[in-house]
């Protein structure tokens, strides 16, 4: 009987990813798909150029400092630089959680810089880093960030629950937690 329950709940978790690749396939079409794995899955090297302006600004954070997926060219790094004719060093790493990014800013040793722009928390949604843990690490990373900067800027992406290549069970978790991590991320802000 015990082995009668087994084997009916993995046949309906195996009906549950086929609808759920069905369903997929239907929001994102073949090219679509071909795109999440093959492409967002290619690093980029994050966009930085370094020159002799006189506005220095650093960049880091996860994939959305890299710009994985597009075009680097017309990340959030590059358009600084074009726009202000700043000198750009991005530390981006796809992957990153806002904890790595503590370590991160220490590689910068003595360096100042006029803006630090932190492009930090999506993986830290998807990942279910503890939400505590995840106010103090950014907190941390604020306060060390103001000590190198005068302006510090935190852009937390979207809502990750929005991502059409998760499953919709998944989607409804990730858009609780992109709520409550974009509250930490406002406290923070005010805070600091």
Known sequence: CMDFRLLFVLVIILMILIVELI???????????KFIF?????????????SNSKIKILVMGDSTATANGA????????RLASEYKASVLNLGQSGSRTRDLINRLDETKNR???LIVLMTGN???????????????IAMLVEKAKKKAK?????RGGNAGNYPFHPYIIRKIYTYR???????????ARDK
Do not use: C, W
């Open 71 to 78: 075009n680097p060219k017309t990340s959030i790094a590059a």
């Open 151 to 155: 302006n510090v800027v935190i852009l």
């Open 123 to 137: 993986n830290d949604i998807v990942r279910f880093t503890n939400l505590t843990n995840l106010k103090e690490n």
């Open 178 to 188: 992109s709520k409550r991590v974009r509250n930490i991320f406002q406290k923070v």
């Open 23 to 33: 369903l997929m396939y239907f929001r994102l079409g073949l090219t679509g798909i």
């Open 38 to 50: 093959h492409e967002i899955n290619k690093p980029h090297p994050p966009y930085s150029k370094i």
């Open 112 to 114: 100042k810089f006029d």
